[in-house]
């Protein structure tokens, strides 16, 4: 099943932030972003299987000056356990639906370089590898 986020959903969401994605991250500050979340720009979604929550998806309105309104995902994990049992596709279709009812008609995601089976996984749902780029962070 899946559905938008709940606060309460925070614990097992912060577990799959941490072993699938590798970002270490404390309980209240998923707590306090998904309390946060603007719905006007931006939703979660999770899939959940025998009340146990194994993914999830972030997605926002992405636009730029160049461009037509994308979708952005800017996260989509599922527990090592569950992957290769739809629940990442079903996670994508929830998040096109919502690109679809805000008036956009195109996907946009990042992956690691060295997240080779989520590629592998985006091209099978007809992505396509647009470049390679890096990320530059400077922290203020």
Known sequence: MVRKIKSTDCEEVRKICIEELGYECERGFI???INELD?????????????QIVGFV???KYKVLYCEDMANILG???AEDYQRCGFGKELLNEAE???RNNGIDMLRLNSGMK??????FYRAMDFLDE???KRFIKRL
């Open 115 to 120: 997240r080779t089976a989520a590629h592998k």
């Open 58 to 60: 972030h997605v926002e």
């Open 131 to 133: 470049k390679d780029q």
């Open 97 to 99: 639906q919502w690109a």
């Open 76 to 78: 989509l994990a599922v």
């Open 31 to 33: 707590e306090a972003r």
């Open 39 to 51: 719905e006007s720009r931006e939703a979660v979604f999770v899939v959940e299987t025998d009340n």
